[in-house]
T-cell receptor
């Protein structure tokens, strides 16, 4: 069965700092990769996704993620975070079964 | 994407009772899923709700505990039966719109079992 690892459980940054959240998965076949975000008091929203093609994908709010197949990784990045980026971020993997396997989540706290 | 609503948004229940959670979508969707998010943990898939047939359950989840209905392409229910405090979680439904292979999530139902 596939699994997803998010190495950073809690990240604290100052505004304008750069962000990189790690995500690794274990699955030998073709995968679809997702990052979801859950802002305080809100429901889970899709941030970006990768199915195929250019391994660098851009999402909403200035986020991007890079798929590195050889490393089974799909790390999320943002050059300069804002206080409004404070949220919990989930990496998820989809396989041919259509259901998603989620990582444990990373809580990002951005200090003004 | 689709607009997804869930009822109730939250509830406090006594152990031994059952609660039915509804998930309504504003458009017809091919796939609907039910997830659980236990306190401080990530999302775990409970089952895939299949229209016109029995749900497909993940390992560790059984129909007697979590019966699911999906009478049409816009609606599904999840029942949490014979509840215990360990069932205290957020229950979320998600949908995958036709051909997109991307899931969108409802707002969740926050359940506390005393």
């Amino acid at each position: 069965a596939q699994s997803v690892s998010q190495h950073n459980h809690h990240v604290i940054l100052s505004e304008a700092a750069s962000l990189e959240l790690g995500c690794n998965y274990s699955y030998g076949g073709t995968v679809n990769l997702f990052w979801y975000v859950q802002y305080p008091g809100q429901h889970l929203q899709l941030l970006l996704k990768y199915f195929s093609g250019d391994p660098l994908v851009k999402g909403i709010k200035g986020f991007e993620a890079e798929f590195i197949k050889s490393k089974f990784s799909f790390n999320l990045r943002k050059p300069s975070v804002q206080w409004s980026d404070t949220a919990e971020y989930f990496c998820a993997v989809g396989t041919g079964r259509r259901a998603l396997t989620f990582g444990s989540g990373t809580r990002l706290q951005v200090q003004p | 994407s689709a607009v997804i609503s869930q009822k109730p948004s939250r509830d406090i229940c006594q152990r031994g009772t059952s609660l039915t959670i509804q998930c309504q979508v504003d458009s017809q969707v091919t796939m609907m899923f039910w997830y659980r998010q236990q306190p401080g943990q990530s999302l775990t898939l409970i089952a895939t709700a299949n229209q016109g047939s029995e749900a497909t359950y993940e390992s560790g989840f059984v129909i007697d505990k979590f019966p699911i209905s999906r009478p049409n392409l816009t609606f599904s229910t999840l029942t949490v039966s014979n509840m215990s405090p360990e069932d205290s979680s957020i229950y979320l439904c998600s949908v995958e719109t036709g051909g997109e292979e991307t899931q969108y999530f409802g707002p969740g139902t926050r359940l506390l079992v005393l």
